[in-house]
């Protein structure tokens, strides 16, 4: 079954759902709802505060019309009676909802109530009253796809597809697990708020069992006798990190010697994290150099093209001075050119080659591939490591990330993989203070980004959407880029993930140049370059990202020798969400804020690229990531487990729940 099988998915609705990472039947199931609408929990509106999110359920009082404000702009104002109390809603833009709201009847309604000038809720949700009290699922909206498609297209896979799970019957009793089917169809149409919970958790514990079995056989398969030998000059290596134009500081001195211990020895198979800026690269030069110096190439893989040609221009200024010869490969370069490149690589003209995706590609072969490092490794997916490590058997592995992984989490997933990290900073890298803006503030600090273009220093303001959406408080790229404009003019650029690639690099150079001094984006800069002069964040709606994302993104700036800042702004007033972000600006280190992070919201923020589509919420909690631990240890020795795992990790797939039976 495809998703272009199903009513009402066609080719722009289809596109739709691929951008939004679904791909495929199971993909869209596991596309969760946001949140619930629990019907038994009613707010009292007479206790009710200025900006709370409320559910009442009101009676409509009179006819409900249309009117029309100006051309292109109508309301439709709908007056409801709640225990003696007139309440008003309003919907912008959508005519429609005046033939959906019937005079007399009652409807539960749930939205933001603002009480200055009367009780009002703008664009609320709006559910006629039936008797039946089941959870309401709630979907993030998809732009261009109407709701109703949207649960009509996963109730069609949920009646059509039969998922065959990985774990047993005998397994799931023992976890008191839900039927995987069951599982799914419980998570969108629950009987009640309970059976949500366990369903999560049914699905969570399938999903992590998986990853951590497919984790487990790469690993086997990487773990092989070690064939090849270093043989590097030593006196030269040591003269090599004497040269650098710095000195390494501690933790990169003891991460280079674990790095070159491994390769001498047992073989390398390392994950080096640390905070943006802590110098992974520096150590990953050294390690090259080591390489080079034995007689070896080396492949640096990066996930986007901006920073492969960055680290590309690093690789140049830190090794060919010493005769190593570096090459660049992308999915951009001309054919001519890559040609060349191929035929270079192929016969061991190139010691180093440094490049995207590209280096994936069956036409990518190498003479002597000794090393292959991998830039912010959580990008890649395990299929496409392993297709750039299988290009040859016994290739050495260094993985590095910005994103530090919590212990629990890390041990669980990687296993015997050595894990180096680099806690010390460069001395003279500069400080970044982050603040919390309130919304009265949030003029001033426009003015000070003004100031700071106007002193020629640069500004990414982040944000979570692409497009302006009436019913959302979230705030859009383009309701940004056209603020940012009507303040800075031509000076603003914007950037998001449906420009495309050769757009999104000729933009983010621009900024590199200095030409744009102020980027509005969504995270897509989250991997980004060093923009030394970019010296201010801001990030809004910043209770939409986990903190370790949050601390990428601070990442960006403080590049250079000048202090920054990172601004946040939120107006989600809950007590966890207002916990979570002053933690965020009281803390700098990238260890504390995983740890923490992974303490209150689970695993699924650093699980990244794992995760196979939906917007829903796995539970990557402790106690689902050691059930699926425990479980995954049980089924490996099982031969037939072994290679049901397997074959959809080989031959380059990764595919989850490869295995489906129509009904």
Request: proline letters at 3%; glycine letters at 6%.
């Amino acid at each position: 079954m495809l998703l272009s099988d199903i009513k009402g998915i066609k080719s722009k609705r289809l596109e739709i759902l691929n951008n939004s990472g679904i791909y495929t039947p199971v993909d869209l199931i596991s596309f969760f709802p946001k949140r619930y609408i629990d019907l038994n929990r009613l707010s009292d509106l007479r206790k009710a505060k200025e900006g709370e999110d409320v559910l009442i359920l009101a009676r409509t009082e009179e006819d409900v019309k249309v009117s029309y404000i100006k051309k292109n702009m109508n309301v439709v104002k709908a007056k409801f009676v709640y225990d003696n109390l007139n309440v008003y809603i309003t919907y912008f833009n959508q005519p429609y909802m005046a033939k959906n709201i019937v005079k007399g009847k009652y409807y539960y309604i749930s939205g933001k109530l603002k009480i200055k000038n009367g009780l009002t809720i703008s664009n609320p949700s709006l559910y006629p009253f039936t008797g039946d009290t089941t959870p309401i699922p709630v979907y993030t909206k998809l732009k261009g796809l109407p709701q109703n498609t949207l649960v009509s297209a996963i109730d069609t896979v949920l009646s059509s597809v039969r998922l065959n799970g990985y774990i047993p019957k005998t397994l799931s009793d023992k976890y008191e697990l839900c039927e995987i089917n069951s599982a799914y169809a419980s998570v969108h149409h629950p009987k009640d708020m309970q059976e949500i919970a366990q369903a999560k958790r049914t699905v969570s514990v399938e999903y992590l069992n998986y990853i951590i079995s497919v984790y487990a056989l790469v690993r086997e398969k990487t773990k092989t006798t070690k064939k090849r030998k270093y043989n590097a000059d030593k006196d030269k290596f040591v003269q090599f990190i004497q040269n650098l134009p710095f000195t390494l500081t501690q933790d990169q001195g003891v991460t280079v010697k674990q790095i070159i211990s491994d390769l001498d020895t047992k073989g390398c198979n390392r994950l080096v994290q640390g905070d943006v800026g802590c110098g992974k690269t520096a150590v990953a030069m050294c390690a090259i150099y080591y390489a080079y110096l034995s007689g070896y190439q080396s492949a640096f893989l990066a996930p986007t093209e901006v920073l492969a040609f960055q680290h590309y221009k690093t690789a140049i200024s830190y090794l060919e001075k010493y005769g190593v010869k570096v090459a660049f490969l992308s999915g951009s370069v001309k054919k001519s050119e890559r040609s060349v490149t191929l035929e270079r690589i192929a016969n061991g003209e190139v010691d180093v080659i440094v490049g995207t995706h590209a280096l994936f590609s069956d036409d990518v072969t190498f003479r002597d591939l000794a090393l292959v490092i991998t830039d912010e490794q959580q990008r890649f997916g395990v299929k496409q490591r392993s297709a750039l490590e299988n290009k040859t058997k016994d290739a050495d592995v260094v993985s590095m990330t910005a994103t530090p992984i919590p212990r629990t989490l890390a041990l669980t997933l990687y296993g015997e993989l050595s894990v180096s990290s680099i806690k010390t900073m460069p001395k003279n890298k500069a400080s970044i203070r982050t603040r919390f803006i309130p919304k009265e503030k949030e003029e001033s600090m426009w003015k000070y980004i003004v100031d700071k273009a106007n002193a020629g220093e640069q500004t990414y303001v982040v944000c979570p959407a692409i497009e302006e959406d009436e019913d959302s408080e979230i705030v859009s790229v383009k309701e940004l880029y056209k603020k940012a404009s009507s303040i800075l003019g031509d000076s603003v650029g914007v950037i998001h993930g449906q420009l495309k690639e050769e757009t999104k690099n000729r933009i983010m150079k621009q900024f590199a140049d200095g030409n744009i001094k102020v980027l509005v984006a969504t995270t897509v800069i989250e991997v980004g370059i060093d923009v030394k002069n970019a010296t201010t964040m801001v990030v809004y709606n910043a209770d939409r990202f986990g903190l370790s994302q949050l601390h990428q993104l601070r990442g960006r700036v403080g590049r250079g020798e000048i202090d920054s800042y990172c601004f946040v702004l939120s107006d989600n007033e809950s007590v966890s969400t207002q916990e979570r972000i002053s933690y965020f600006c009281s803390c700098s280190d990238g260890f504390e804020l995983s740890e923490y992070d992974f303490s209150k919201r689970g695993g699924g923020d650093f699980l990244g690229t794992a995760q196979h589509g939906g917007s829903g919420e796995f539970d990557f909690d402790a106690s689902s990531i050691r059930t699926a631990k425990e479980i995954s240890d049980s089924l490996l020795s099982d031969e037939n487990y072994r290679k049901i795992i397997g074959s959809t990790v080989t031959d380059n797939r990764f595919e989850y729940f490869k295995d489906i039976t129509l009904n």
